[in-house]
Protein backbone atom coordinates (compact mmCIF):
# COMPACT_ATOMS: atom_id res chain seq x y z
CA UNK A 1 0.00 0.00 0.00
CA UNK A 2 2.47 2.72 1.25
CA UNK A 3 4.84 2.05 -2.28
CA UNK A 4 1.56 2.60 -4.31
CA UNK A 5 1.23 5.97 -2.82
CA UNK A 6 5.05 6.89 -3.11
CA UNK A 7 5.04 5.82 -6.16
CA UNK A 8 2.07 8.31 -6.78
CA UNK A 9 3.46 10.79 -5.15
CA UNK A 10 6.98 10.07 -7.65
CA UNK A 11 5.02 9.80 -10.61
CA UNK A 12 3.66 13.40 -10.33
CA UNK A 13 6.47 14.99 -8.69
CA UNK A 14 5.12 15.42 -5.71
CA UNK A 15 7.10 15.28 -2.29
CA UNK A 16 4.12 14.54 -0.14
CA UNK A 17 0.27 14.26 0.42
CA UNK A 18 -1.66 16.92 1.96
CA UNK A 19 -5.14 15.77 2.59
CA UNK A 20 -7.77 17.85 2.64
CA UNK A 21 -10.97 16.42 0.49
CA UNK A 22 -12.00 13.40 -0.89
CA UNK A 23 -13.91 13.65 -4.45
CA UNK A 24 -16.98 10.79 -5.03
CA UNK A 25 -18.05 9.97 -8.38
CA UNK A 26 -21.83 9.09 -7.76
CA UNK A 27 -23.25 6.27 -9.89
CA UNK A 28 -21.80 3.04 -9.08
CA UNK A 29 -19.97 4.15 -6.24
CA UNK A 30 -22.88 6.44 -4.02
CA UNK A 31 -25.94 4.66 -5.46
CA UNK A 32 -26.36 1.23 -6.94
CA UNK A 33 -27.59 2.49 -10.11
CA UNK A 34 -25.22 1.17 -12.82
CA UNK A 35 -27.76 -2.29 -13.81
CA UNK A 36 -30.98 0.11 -14.21
CA UNK A 37 -28.63 2.73 -16.60
CA UNK A 38 -27.09 -0.45 -18.20
CA UNK A 39 -30.48 -1.93 -18.89
CA UNK A 40 -32.33 1.38 -19.75
CA UNK A 41 -29.36 2.17 -22.60
CA UNK A 42 -29.70 -1.72 -23.86
CA UNK A 43 -33.32 -1.62 -24.22
CA UNK A 44 -33.95 2.23 -25.57
CA UNK A 45 -30.88 0.83 -28.49
CA UNK A 46 -33.06 -2.60 -29.07
CA UNK A 47 -36.21 -0.50 -29.82
CA UNK A 48 -34.47 1.19 -32.26
CA UNK A 49 -32.57 -1.52 -33.68
CA UNK A 50 -29.07 -0.55 -33.03
CA UNK A 51 -26.83 -3.29 -31.94
CA UNK A 52 -24.22 -2.75 -29.05
CA UNK A 53 -21.84 -5.05 -27.30
CA UNK A 54 -22.07 -6.90 -24.33
CA UNK A 55 -20.58 -4.48 -21.26
CA UNK A 56 -20.50 -1.85 -23.56
CA UNK A 57 -22.73 1.11 -21.27
CA UNK A 58 -20.63 0.03 -18.52
CA UNK A 59 -17.74 1.08 -20.41
CA UNK A 60 -19.17 4.23 -21.49
CA UNK A 61 -20.49 5.17 -17.92
CA UNK A 62 -19.54 9.00 -17.37
CA UNK A 63 -19.71 10.24 -21.06
CA UNK A 64 -22.51 12.70 -21.80
CA UNK A 65 -25.47 10.82 -23.23
CA UNK A 66 -24.91 12.65 -26.97
CA UNK A 67 -21.60 10.94 -27.01
CA UNK A 68 -22.54 7.52 -26.12
CA UNK A 69 -25.39 7.72 -28.91
CA UNK A 70 -23.16 8.69 -31.32
CA UNK A 71 -20.76 6.16 -31.06
CA UNK A 72 -23.99 3.35 -31.72
CA UNK A 73 -24.94 5.76 -34.25
CA UNK A 74 -22.11 5.55 -35.89
CA UNK A 75 -21.08 1.75 -35.71
CA UNK A 76 -25.05 1.05 -36.53
CA UNK A 77 -25.84 3.78 -39.10
CA UNK A 78 -21.98 5.90 -40.32
CA UNK A 79 -23.47 9.06 -38.56
CA UNK A 80 -23.84 10.93 -36.04
CA UNK A 81 -27.73 11.63 -34.40
CA UNK A 82 -29.01 14.32 -35.46
CA UNK A 83 -30.23 16.52 -32.61
CA UNK A 84 -33.67 15.88 -32.72
CA UNK A 85 -32.94 12.10 -32.27
CA UNK A 86 -30.30 12.85 -29.78
CA UNK A 87 -33.33 14.63 -27.79
CA UNK A 88 -35.69 11.80 -27.88
CA UNK A 89 -33.41 8.51 -27.56
CA UNK A 90 -32.29 10.13 -24.48
CA UNK A 91 -35.89 11.11 -23.50
CA UNK A 92 -36.45 7.35 -23.53
CA UNK A 93 -33.60 5.93 -22.34
CA UNK A 94 -34.43 8.80 -19.10
CA UNK A 95 -37.72 7.50 -18.90
CA UNK A 96 -36.68 3.81 -18.90
CA UNK A 97 -34.22 4.67 -16.18
CA UNK A 98 -36.52 6.03 -13.72
CA UNK A 99 -38.99 3.09 -14.11
CA UNK A 100 -35.85 0.48 -13.76
CA UNK A 101 -33.62 2.60 -10.65
CA UNK A 102 -34.02 0.84 -7.75
CA UNK A 103 -32.71 3.96 -5.70
CA UNK A 104 -30.72 2.02 -3.45
CA UNK A 105 -27.56 3.46 -2.08
CA UNK A 106 -24.51 1.29 -2.51
CA UNK A 107 -23.63 -0.72 0.32
CA UNK A 108 -20.64 0.28 2.02
CA UNK A 109 -20.87 4.20 1.19
CA UNK A 110 -22.51 5.66 3.71
CA UNK A 111 -19.70 4.03 6.32
CA UNK A 112 -17.20 5.48 3.88
CA UNK A 113 -18.79 8.96 3.68
CA UNK A 114 -19.28 9.00 7.79
CA UNK A 115 -15.43 8.66 7.90
CA UNK A 116 -14.59 10.89 5.34
CA UNK A 117 -16.46 13.66 7.66
CA UNK A 118 -15.16 12.34 11.15
CA UNK A 119 -11.50 12.92 9.98
CA UNK A 120 -12.91 16.35 9.04
CA UNK A 121 -12.03 15.85 5.29
CA UNK A 122 -14.46 17.60 3.14
CA UNK A 123 -16.64 15.36 0.94
CA UNK A 124 -16.69 16.53 -2.99
CA UNK A 125 -18.94 15.46 -5.78
CA UNK A 126 -18.24 14.71 -9.13
CA UNK A 127 -20.97 13.36 -11.30
CA UNK A 128 -22.03 13.43 -15.13
CA UNK A 129 -25.02 13.30 -14.27
CA UNK A 130 -27.33 16.50 -14.33
CA UNK A 131 -30.87 15.79 -12.87
CA UNK A 132 -32.21 18.96 -11.04
CA UNK A 133 -33.43 16.46 -8.01
CA UNK A 134 -30.02 15.20 -7.17
CA UNK A 135 -29.26 17.44 -4.51
CA UNK A 136 -32.27 16.55 -2.40
CA UNK A 137 -31.87 13.03 -2.84
CA UNK A 138 -28.36 13.49 -2.06
CA UNK A 139 -29.21 15.35 0.78
CA UNK A 140 -31.75 12.77 1.84
CA UNK A 141 -29.34 9.62 1.68
CA UNK A 142 -26.35 11.39 2.83
CA UNK A 143 -27.66 14.07 5.35
CA UNK A 144 -25.13 17.21 5.22
CA UNK A 145 -22.50 15.39 3.27
CA UNK A 146 -22.70 17.72 -0.14
CA UNK A 147 -23.86 21.29 -1.40
CA UNK A 148 -23.84 22.72 -4.18
CA UNK A 149 -20.30 24.59 -2.81
CA UNK A 150 -19.10 21.12 -3.12
CA UNK A 151 -21.23 19.47 -6.19
CA UNK A 152 -19.89 19.58 -9.61
CA UNK A 153 -22.37 18.07 -11.56
CA UNK A 154 -23.54 18.24 -15.87
CA UNK A 155 -24.50 22.07 -15.43
CA UNK A 156 -21.07 23.00 -14.08
CA UNK A 157 -18.55 21.30 -17.23
CA UNK A 158 -18.11 21.91 -20.56
CA UNK A 159 -15.80 19.17 -21.18
CA UNK A 160 -17.34 15.62 -19.45
CA UNK A 161 -15.43 12.44 -18.41
CA UNK A 162 -13.12 11.12 -19.63
CA UNK A 163 -11.94 14.92 -19.84
CA UNK A 164 -10.16 15.76 -16.34
CA UNK A 165 -11.99 19.22 -16.83
CA UNK A 166 -14.92 17.79 -13.99
CA UNK A 167 -12.25 16.86 -11.71
CA UNK A 168 -10.31 19.83 -12.01
CA UNK A 169 -13.56 21.73 -11.00
CA UNK A 170 -13.80 19.53 -8.08
CA UNK A 171 -10.86 20.00 -7.05
CA UNK A 172 -11.79 23.89 -7.08
CA UNK A 173 -15.24 23.49 -5.27
CA UNK A 174 -12.94 21.17 -2.04
CA UNK A 175 -11.41 25.05 -1.57
CA UNK A 176 -9.02 25.69 -4.18
CA UNK A 177 -7.08 22.57 -4.13
CA UNK A 178 -4.23 21.46 -5.95
CA UNK A 179 -4.51 17.67 -6.66
CA UNK A 180 -1.96 16.64 -4.01
CA UNK A 181 -5.19 17.48 -1.41
CA UNK A 182 -7.46 15.23 -2.56
CA UNK A 183 -8.12 11.36 -3.61
CA UNK A 184 -10.83 10.28 -5.71
CA UNK A 185 -12.86 7.37 -5.47
CA UNK A 186 -14.72 6.26 -8.83
CA UNK A 187 -15.78 3.39 -10.58
CA UNK A 188 -15.87 3.75 -14.31
CA UNK A 189 -12.49 3.26 -16.66
CA UNK A 190 -13.01 6.78 -18.17
CA UNK A 191 -14.22 8.53 -14.88
CA UNK A 192 -10.72 6.77 -13.38
CA UNK A 193 -9.13 8.67 -16.64
CA UNK A 194 -10.44 11.60 -16.42
CA UNK A 195 -9.68 12.05 -12.26
CA UNK A 196 -5.82 10.70 -12.95
CA UNK A 197 -5.39 13.08 -15.79
CA UNK A 198 -6.11 15.68 -13.49
CA UNK A 199 -3.41 14.26 -11.44
CA UNK A 200 -5.26 12.63 -8.94
CA UNK A 201 -4.80 9.48 -6.63
CA UNK A 202 -7.42 7.39 -7.88
CA UNK A 203 -9.04 4.48 -6.07
CA UNK A 204 -11.63 2.65 -7.76
CA UNK A 205 -14.11 0.30 -6.55
CA UNK A 206 -15.28 -2.36 -8.89
CA UNK A 207 -18.81 -2.53 -8.25
CA UNK A 208 -19.78 -3.49 -12.02
CA UNK A 209 -19.05 -6.37 -14.52
CA UNK A 210 -15.69 -5.28 -16.04
CA UNK A 211 -12.40 -7.03 -15.23
CA UNK A 212 -10.19 -5.10 -12.64
CA UNK A 213 -7.48 -5.14 -15.35
CA UNK A 214 -9.62 -2.38 -17.42
CA UNK A 215 -9.65 -0.20 -13.95
CA UNK A 216 -6.17 -0.13 -13.72
CA UNK A 217 -5.24 0.13 -17.32
CA UNK A 218 -7.28 3.27 -16.91
CA UNK A 219 -5.41 4.66 -14.31
CA UNK A 220 -6.20 3.85 -10.70
CA UNK A 221 -3.51 3.11 -8.21
CA UNK A 222 -5.42 0.80 -6.17
CA UNK A 223 -8.65 -1.35 -7.00
CA UNK A 224 -11.02 -2.55 -4.38
CA UNK A 225 -14.30 -4.81 -5.33
CA UNK A 226 -16.73 -3.22 -3.19
CA UNK A 227 -17.24 0.26 -1.04
CA UNK A 228 -17.92 -2.11 2.00
CA UNK A 229 -14.28 -3.09 1.16
CA UNK A 230 -13.03 0.19 0.65
CA UNK A 231 -14.57 1.45 4.09
CA UNK A 232 -12.61 -1.31 5.68
CA UNK A 233 -9.16 0.16 4.28
CA UNK A 234 -9.78 3.51 3.78
CA UNK A 235 -8.74 4.23 7.27
CA UNK A 236 -5.18 2.90 6.27
CA UNK A 237 -5.01 4.63 3.46
CA UNK A 238 -5.51 8.01 4.86
CA UNK A 239 -3.27 7.27 7.94
CA UNK A 240 -0.34 6.30 5.12
CA UNK A 241 -0.92 9.56 3.55
CA UNK A 242 0.21 11.79 6.24
CA UNK A 243 2.99 9.55 6.54
CA UNK A 244 4.86 9.19 3.14
CA UNK A 245 7.19 11.32 1.26
CA UNK A 246 8.48 10.86 -1.79
MG1 LIG B 1 -19.64 5.96 -11.78
Not at 129 to 139: A, N, T, V, Y
Not at 179 to 200: D, F, K, S, T
Not at 226 to 236: G, I, K
Amino acid sequence: MKEILIDYLQRNRLHRFDLKAVIFDMDGVLYDSMPAHDRSWQQTMDELGLTHEPNEFYLHEGRIGKATIDIIFQRNLKRDAAEEEEKRIYARKSELFQEYNSGDTMPGSKEVLEYVQRMKLTPVLVTGSGQPSLLERLDHHFTGCFTPETMVTAFDVVNGKPDPEPFVKGLQKGGELQPHQAIVIENAPLGIEAAVGAGIFTIAVNTGPLPDNILYQAGASLVFDSMHELSEVLPEIIRLTGEVTA
